[in-house]
């Protein structure tokens, strides 16, 4: 077995060394025996962070250098995604003795930096010569800043106030920013905004895959019945006592929505609720507004509940029992504050409900409510809770969070298809909510834009100057920001943006490195959602399904209710935040 392995490793080492031979004949051509100098090292901005496509320049005596580049010789090169770059050039040996050598690097939106070396600053070994720099590079406010910075704020207000739909202003703003580069950018440098490449690598396909996974089991699940028996059995248990009724079904919901979507834990639960409000004489919305209260609350808990978590989570390497540690049982203390906070609020309301015959409806909704394929709830029921382990193990795995979603939509869907329970094409076209997974794709381009030129390292400059380092300021800050910017804009842009700010301020701020500031904007950007009838998707599906009923709620009217909720969600937090951390 070794005699071929042999083989095959000379083999390719041989085909290296002929592939190599042009570009290495060509840079020692016209003087053998020449010097090469190697510089690497790598380019970072003022936050220490590594500054991706630097283009660098080398000049001997003022003149241009070739680099070696591949198999081939260029004017310049560019840094690495990690912001590394290493320089290979030829000199013959008397221009190697007293050469003055000046490497220069440059990018839009930075200001250009320059080193000066000579042969004393290179270390030499065998007949070559070594050196190692990091540049550190300062952010400028250019063309490119300001041209960015407009289309940013433009997307962020048609999507704030839904003057398009989401998926379209988060396109329009993406391709706007190509567009952009590859025409007066290639006219004019200081246009340049997003290279295609750094565009496509922003794309954060965990959280792409991870919501498709889910998208899939839950589409899977719901043609079983078990959320809508579920709900019932939330109804068998109250018997009637609409105090008792409340507090399950804000239990259940949170519960539900901590390990699915919730909006596909309303859209299912919604109209079983109608259905019961309706009998028990009261208006469906004093059930209702609670419950999507409970399902933005307990999507907060855990990583997999609520975008801005799974975004959270990617981004700054957190796992699933990271989340489930630090947001759980705050999450529970928000869940109970909502229960006895609805009782307060709605004490009239629940005072007129009441059911003349609770055995009979009892039996009418088992009847029209229940458990639909048995045997497909207890497969999908058995994968599901295999990618549950496999989230809450993900850490131990080393395994982005995304696979065990995919594995299991993966291995219920095959068994849903092949035992013709589910239509494949109807839950890929009904189910899996495209719209939402190309926002996500257009956002993370439109937010890389905006940092690439600046404008999230000028906000963390600020923030932590206005914060003066203290952590206490900044979760306050931090938390606060999040919770009122969140009730009235989409949360998922506002915690796209913060990433990396938030990013900043945790490796800037004495004591942050214990989390608390991701912690501090998950809480904020998920309970702040439950301020407004905008704040979170939940809230405007759910009061659709409402109105289509014959239920409406204007703006203000579920403010009145939701506001001062929101403010004592985000209030136990604060406590939690700078009583624990």
Not at 435 to 442: D, H, I, Q, V, Y
Request: hydrophobic share 50%.
């Amino acid at each position: 077995m070794k005699r071929p392995l042999i083989l095959i490793t000379c083999a390719f080492a041989l085909l290296g060394s002929v592939l190599s031979g042009p570009a290495r004949a060509k840079a020692a051509e016209g003087y053998p025996g020449g010097v090469t100098f190697y510089l690497s090292g790598a380019v970072l901005d003022t936050h220490r962070e590594p500054v991706r496509e630097a283009r660098l320049r080398v000049f001997v005596n003022g003149a241009p250098q070739k680099i070696a580049s591949g198999l081939e010789q260029a004017e310049e090169i560019q840094t690495s995604s990690h912001g590394t770059y290493q320089i290979e050039f030829r000199l013959p040996p008397e221009t190697a003795e007293t050469a003055r050598i000046r490497v220069e690097v440059a990018k839009t939106s930075y200001r250009r930096a320059a080193l000066e070396l000579g042969k004393n600053d290179f270390a030499p070994k065998d007949q070559n010569l070594f050196a190692v720099h990091n540049f550190e590079i300062v952010r400028i406010l250019g063309p490119a800043f300001y041209l960015a910075t407009a289309i940013f704020l433009l997307i962020y207000l048609v999507i704030s106030f839904d003057l398009l739909h989401r998926t379209i202003a988060a396109l329009l703003g993406a391709g706007t920013m190509l567009i952009v580069t590859y025409t007066a950018g290639t006219l004019n440098p200081d246009y340049h905004i997003i290279s295609f490449a750094r565009a496509i690598s922003a794309i954060d396909m965990n959280v792409i895959f991870l919501l498709m996974g889910m998208m899939i089991i839950v589409g899977v699940l719901k043609h079983t019945g078990v959320f809508q028996w579920c709900a019932y059995q939330a109804f068998r248990v109250a018997r009637g006592n609409i105090y008792v009724l409340s507090a399950v079904s804000c239990l259940f919901v949170a519960v539900t929505s901590a390990f699915l979507d919730n909006v596909t834990t309303m859209l299912l639960y919604t109209p079983v609720t109608i259905e019961v409000a309706l009998a028990l004489r009261i208006s469906p919305l004093i059930l209702l507004i609670p419950e999507v209260m409970a399902s933005n609350v307990g999507g907060t808990a855990t990583l997999i509940g609520d975008p801005p978590n799974i975004m959270i989570g990617s981004y700054a390497g957190l796992d699933f029992m990271d989340f489930i540690h630090n947001l759980t049982l705050v999450c529970i203390l928000a869940v109970v504050a909502l229960i006895i906070y609805s009782s307060v609020f709605y004490r009239k309301e629940y005072a007129r409900a009441r059911i003349s015959d609770i055995d009979g409806f009892i039996g009418k909704i088992r009847d029209q409510y229940r458990i639909t394929d048995r045997t497909l709830l207890g497969y999908g029921l058995f994968i599901t809770g295999l990618a549950i382990a496999l989230f809450i193990s993900h850490g131990y795995w080393h395994m982005e969070v995304c696979i065990p979603a995919l594995f299991g939509a993966g291995a219920l869907f095959t068994y849903a298809v092949l035992t013709k329970k589910v239509k494949m094409l109807e839950l890929i076209e009904k189910d899996i909510e495209w719209s939402t997974l190309l926002f996500f794709m257009f956002l993370f381009i439109v937010v890389s834009a905006v940092e690439e030129t600046g404008l999230l390292a000028l906000i963390a400059d600020y923030v932590l100057k206005i914060s003066q380092g203290n952590l206490i300021a900044a979760i306050c800050m931090i938390l606060w920001v999040s919770a009122i910017m969140s009730a009235f804009i989409d949360n998922i842009p506002f915690v796209a943006t913060m990433l990396p700010i938030t990013a900043y301020l945790t490796r800037e701020i004495p004591g942050a490195e214990s989390h608390v500031l991701w912690w501090a904007l998950a809480l904020g950007a998920c309970l702040g959602g439950n301020g407004t009838l905008i704040g979170a998707s939940a809230n405007v599906v759910t009061m659709g399904i409402a109105e289509k009923a014959g239920h409406p709620i204007r703006f203000l009217d579920f403010m009145k209710y939701a506001f001062p909720y929101m403010l004592i969600s985000v209030a136990i937090c604060n406590v939690w935040l700078l009583i624990f951390y």
